[in-house]
């Protein structure tokens, strides 16, 4: 079974900083591209960022140059630091990732998983 659970979404005024953090747990060969997206009230979740396992990274225009994705691969923890926070980064941040598990005794798959979503709230 596995498990991404997230962590270090709070309230924070408008300017500041947070820094979120999704652990993969259970049992799986590897973790391959971690992604977070945000989810506001009604609306779709949005791309936010994403970094695959050789550390290739890539964001989404609006938070470009405020928002860092790293890893630590031997940990399998993604970050999300999240710098001049707007209001608009209000949401509920979810960590999504591309696993590698056994499924058979001699055949991989690859399965993507989600996590339940910390939520993020930037006061103006």
């Known amino acids: 079974q596995v498990q991404l659970v997230e962590s270090g979404g709070g309230l924070v005024q408008a300017g500041g900083s947070l820094r979120l953090s999704c652990s993969a747990s259970g049992s799986f060969v590897s973790v391959n591209t971690m992604t977070w997206y945000r989810q506001r009230p009604g609306e779709q979740r949005f791309y936010a960022a994403s970094?695959?396992?050789?550390?290739?990274?890539d964001y989404a225009d609006s938070v470009k140059g405020r928002f860092t994705i790293s890893r630590d691969n031997a940990k399998n923890i993604v970050y999300l630091q999240m710098n001049s926070l707007k209001a608009e980064d209000t949401g509920v941040y979810f960590c999504?990732?591309?696993?590698?598990?056994?499924?058979?005794?001699?055949?991989?798959?690859?399965?993507?998983?989600w996590g339940q979503g910390t939520q993020v709230t930037v006061s103006s």
């Open positions: 970094i695959s396992r050789d550390g290739t990274t």
């Open positions: 999504n990732a591309d696993i590698l598990s056994y499924y058979m005794t001699d055949r991989i798959r690859q399965q993507n998983h």
